[in-house]
């Protein structure tokens, strides 16, 4: 089985992931179909989940706030996120 949901280009990572904005929490849940969903507590109002899915992301993959791009999402629960060289890994990937 291939797990659609992240890509390698090089040694960037690109994550397709569905967002639940007012979570409780702030984490990973579990795949969800071609996507990766994840939970976290920022409301989706004025690009504040964003910008703290953002934020959430570099921490969890070991990188710099700048490494990590919405490259598409912007106003959907469905977001592609560019994680440039992650020093670490939250949840299992498989790089091929």
């Given amino acids: 089985m291939t ?3 992240f890509r390698w280009e090089g040694e960037d990572l690109l994550l397709q992931l569905r967002v639940q904005p007012r979570g409780g929490s702030d984490r990973f849940i579990e795949p969800h179909g071609d996507r990766y969903k ?6 989706p109002v004025d690009g504040k989940a ?4 953002q934020r959430f992301l570099a921490r969890a993959f070991g990188v710099g706030r700048n490494r990590v ?3 598409n999402g912007e106003t959907s629960r469905n977001k592609t996120f ?3 060289m992650p020093r670490k890994f939250p949840i299992t990937l498989t790089k091929p």
């Fill in 82 to 84: 560019r994680i440039e």
């Fill in 50 to 53: 964003n910008a703290h899915l």
């Fill in 3 to 5: 797990d659609t949901w």
């Fill in 69 to 71: 791009t919405l490259v």
């Fill in 38 to 43: 994840i939970r976290i507590t920022a409301p």
